[in-house]
């Protein structure tokens, strides 16, 4: 029932769009004569379903041939719609207030002459179409630049009960490479490394989702990705993505082959996979847990194959606990019964790579599904930190949300 709903709601919302893209255009434009109006209704109709027709066939097809062109082709009418679901927020509120005149002492309009300046309803079009060229040019541009445009976001987090020997200690933290969206193309995770490494932290984590969907896809990548330098093991879990659940498989054993082998890549890149699983990181006489689950979602779409009760009894009692699991839903449904797990580290979501990112607002469509979607969040004592993800997925696009590595320095409140 939910998912039928959700269907006819972004229809419905894809087709209130489409109407008011056209009245637009139509109003803005507004040709003086019928058969100028006729063209171009014509137009505007004969594009929109094109550029739909297009996106869609690249959508379906895009396991087929040219995979990265046909990615572009399919955000094209996303582009598109994002930028006319922004035109309908002015129109509707004229509409609501041509409807409000009316209704106090009725209301007509007449087509101003040639050459006359413009109507209230033509300045209002061309506004709405100037807005909705904003997303649509954001959306570009994240194809362009921002897909691969890395950001590093540092952030302090204060635990009383840190240990003297970890204050100042700085995590660093990637997440959702994705590497097969990259299609073999290893430059943008060569600059990626080069920016992780001169950051200088103490620790550094993967959480999740190094492929799309097989084990080989991040082999073009591993001399790139083994080049992160660290004094301490560099530990990785998996997402959803790595299990490799979205894949038609020949057999059960050819699909734990290819877990198997997923797992051997990560030993090959350097990286320590914490299986629910905890290690213990010394200095001096002072301990830190970091504890690795795999992946646990509170979402029946996802898989729950993480034991983190198992994995927490293996972290014995050190006095600060680090949690990585990748779906940042799992904090909410289990890891806030564990009150001495201080820190969670978590990713998944990508930010939907669209949104709104500013210091006072934050806003992406992925918020309606995560409660936590990306940045910090606290109850009490415990934390989490949702990463929006180094790679892409589906959509070669980020806007917004940047492919983000994560800096985060703890100290003793």
């Known amino acids: 029932m939910r998912n039928r709903f959700l269907f006819w709601s972004i229809l419905g919302a894809i087709a209130v769009a489409e109407i008011y893209g056209f009245a637009a255009v139509r109003t803005a434009f507004a040709p003086a004569t019928p058969a100028g109006r006729r063209g171009l209704a014509i137009g505007y109709w004969l594009l929109t379903l094109a550029v739909w027709a297009v996106g869609l066939w690249a959508m379906f097809t895009r396991h087929k041939g040219d995979a990265e062109f046909k990615s572009y082709l399919s955000v094209l009418p996303l582009a598109l719609l994002a930028g006319k679901l922004v035109v309908v927020l002015p129109l509707l509120l004229e509409d609501l207030t041509r409807l409000g005149r009316w209704a106090a002492r009725g209301f007509s309009s007449a087509a101003p002459a040639t050459g006359a300046p413009l109507t209230r309803s033509e300045f209002i079009s061309r506004l709405a179409l100037g807005l909705g060229l904003v997303p649509v040019l954001a959306m570009l541009w994240g194809m362009v630049k921002g897909k691969t445009d890395y950001t590093v976001r540092r952030v302090v987090l204060r635990y009383p009960n840190l240990p003297a020997s970890f204050d100042g200690f700085k995590i660093l933290q990637i997440s959702d490479l994705h ?235």
């Open 179 to 413: 590497t097969g969206s990259f299609n073999g193309n290893t430059e943008p995770l060569e600059r990626a490394v080069a920016l992780i490494n001169a950051q200088k932290a103490d620790l550094i984590v993967m959480t999740g989702d190094l492929v799309n969907n097989v084990a080989e896809e991040v082999e073009p990548h591993i001399a790139a990705l083994a080049g992160i330098t660290s004094e301490l093991p560099i530990f990785s879990i998996l997402g959803n993505h790595d299990y490799g659940d979205y894949v038609q498989w020949p057999s059960q054993a050819a699909k734990r082959a290819n877990l198997q082998q997923l797992a051997q890549n990560h030993a090959k890149i350097g990286w320590k996979l914490l299986l629910d699983e905890s290690h213990t990181i010394r200095r001096g006489a002072d301990e830190l847990a970091v504890l690795g689950v795999q992946n646990w979602s509170s979402h029946p779409q996802f898989p729950k194959h993480g034991k983190l009760a198992q994995t927490h009894a293996a972290s014995g009692n050190a006095p600060f606990k680090l949690l990585l699991s990748h779906d940042p839903s799992h904090w909410e449904a289990q890891v806030l019964d564990y009150k001495d797990i201080d820190l969670t580290l978590s990713g998944h979501t990508h930010g939907m790579q669209f949104g709104i990112n500013l210091p006072f607002f934050k806003w992406s469509p992925v918020k309606y599904s995560y409660p936590q979607w990306a940045g910090l969040y606290e109850q009490g004592r415990q934390k989490l930190y949702v990463n929006v993800g180094l790679g892409y997925l589906g959509v070669p696009m980020r806007t917004g949300f940047l492919p983000e590595i994560t800096v985060l320095e703890l100290r003793r409140a």
